[in-house]
């Protein structure tokens, strides 16, 4: 075999992946002068075993190690991993190997992670979701609408004064939970530890005043001892949640948060803040559904996964494939999904967020069904009679949708409706 | 003002930014339809204080926090920020901020973080690197010339004891640093603890024979307390360096990282794989020069930059910018960087690696200069004569490029150099 041919070895159609292995399926465009036989062992011996030349010294031991491209043509390769190469409960070793170096290869011009399958051992060397959907609905008591989410807007400059009386005046509309902004962690004009003390105090106000249980999705974004620290205090003050922007921290932290999470009881709201950066080119990256599942797997309770129809970029194949990934015990393979057996992993919610209003409801939930967590910031607050008739509106909304009454219809009998879609009817915001 | 064009509230071209702001340099392609001004509008508007409609409750307070363009044409943007909008110490929120949301807007269709001017009062908010170049250059007693690192090829598949008996061969050949791949961190097959035990025991005996420190890049990717315990261990054995995945771990936990390396006095090598995910292409995604700064200003001692002519894409304007980001102390704006003053930040060193062989080292040498690790894997192992013979090359072909020798004339006299310029020539691989 001549040694520009080496990749041959990563190459064989004919090979059957074993059950334990771990199996990825990419998009790609071969570089210039690649043939695609080439670009697929390049692929396959880059994230797992390989080097560019022929070496000195091999042992025997390698050919066990291999990736294999087994599955492929002029744009998909499916490749088999074995168990071997990777390290049980350590996701950022796995985004090394089949996320890593592969994405900068002169020989490939575009690369794209769309799905890993991963094997039983795999999925629970993990802890997975603590929660989960139904463990959410029992902490929440509420059986089965979608529960609702908040965020003040604008995004940031509220005080934790200010902030904390939103909260109660959505609360009272009858939304379930309020939201940090992404970029809202503990700055000067509004600090962690007296947002969610303020906040403490008016959600009891707000749970004796209407009798269901408020919650909240508070940022504790930043070091992960810091994290772990806001953990404590939330932990401290009874609530449910923390939330996480998981891609700024990256998944080192993630893996940290869950395990700081279980100590206190609480459940983790992933934000998904900076995945664009790699999830919009339907062509480079990894796919938002390889991420959702990256995140079920460590074991977030909720995650943002797109909309369709608002304000953020997200086709309506890969909301669908997001809410597969979420929810689903088994998922059979088809477009960029892989098989995936979830086995005792449990499900997650999945969060439609960025340019909702009551108009859109209606498609949310057709969407979405009821397990999810819906959540309108400026379409809750910019209603033209404040927060409390928002929130209002938004539950008028989905209650309408579940039982399959127009908004039209809805909007007759309901006055505080009617004006948020006179205001926004269906628009979809660009 | 017509409620559709709020966005022209956040775009002032005689606005003056403050000294104290942070400055955002972006490349955009505007989406279907979007003006320049919505486009850069929205940008400085979803990366600060913004929302998507009119609200009925804006504190006074929003004018003083808002991003304002500044500087824009039909593709690149300046944006200020003021210094309240972010929490000192906290690299995770800045992220969430500048290069969250706006990366999935509908309004950009393709949208690059090219660059952030940090002020001092950010800079001075995180610890920076410890070591640096001249900190290691002391450690490793070697006062002018580049130091050399190669990592074991393959990848993986070498036991524990393989690792390191090529680990000390290479070391007699004159390398300073043995290096983990990227995705090798405590497989069954190579323990981290077993790896770096036996290393230490043949470092030990390699220092001894050729009377020079030697060193190792020891991976300690994982969950975050994980790194923590991998950290002491690696201190408790006489090791320099902890090696981290950064992309794949997060900067939280590069943070976390960075705070644990100080207690045990441990520098940090920064592996960057998975960043092509999201720097590869030049009008998405972040520059890699960004990321440079990113990982300087939380405190990494290495970080990995491309080669321009090696196996993986690095643009000959990217890598003399990531060069500049990694050493220079003020760096004047032009092309994709902006005005920097590094203060009292210590410079890193730049890592050059990947499919690089004696007959490309003039040229990595004259592109970066003696202050720089030269990092190559199959250059040195695939040696005809074996691991020891390749270090030797390697060292060999440095030393000529510093004496302004051609390699042609030092293999004259050199005939393990001579061998490795027979079998890779100048090859460039692809």
Redesign the interface.
Known sequence: MAAEEWYHEFVDKSHTPSKDDIICHFYYDA?RG?STEECVG?VASE?????????????D??QR?KGIGFEYDDHHIKVSYPK????P?????L???V???I?????VKHLRLLDMSLPPWFLRSFKGPQFGIKGIRDVFRVKKRPLTATVP???????SK?HAE?GYDVWLGGVDLIKDD??L?????NKFKDRITRMAKLRDKAEKKTGERKGALLNI???????EKRAAMLADLGWEYAMV?V??????????VR?VCEEHGLAIHA?R?????????LR???AMPALVKIMRTIGVDNIHVGTVIG????PKEEVEANIKQCRDKKIEAGGWLLDQDWGGTKPVWPVPS??L?PGLVPEIVEMFGPDMIIQA???V???????TAGGHALRGAIDAALEGVTLKEAAKTDKVLAKAVEK?GKTR??
Chains 1, 2 share one sequence.
């Open positions: 570089g690649i390049r994230s797992s075993v390989g080097t560019w030349t022929t070496l000195s010294k091999l042992p031991r390698l190690l071997e190469l990777w390290e409960g350590n996701m950022p070793q985004l090394s190997g996320a890593g170096n994405f900068g290869m002169k020989a807007k604008p995004k940031l400059g509220y005080s200010e939103i992404e970029n962690t503990s700055q000067g004009f974004t930043a070091e992960t001892k810091e994290m922007d891609v700024t921290v990256g998944p080192a932290a993630v893996q940290t395990d934000h803040a900076m995945h664009a950066m790699f999830t919009k080119d480079h990256g990894m304000k953020l970029e997200s960025g340019g209003h910031g400026g379409g607050l910019g209603h033209p009679d404040g927060a926004w915001p660009k």
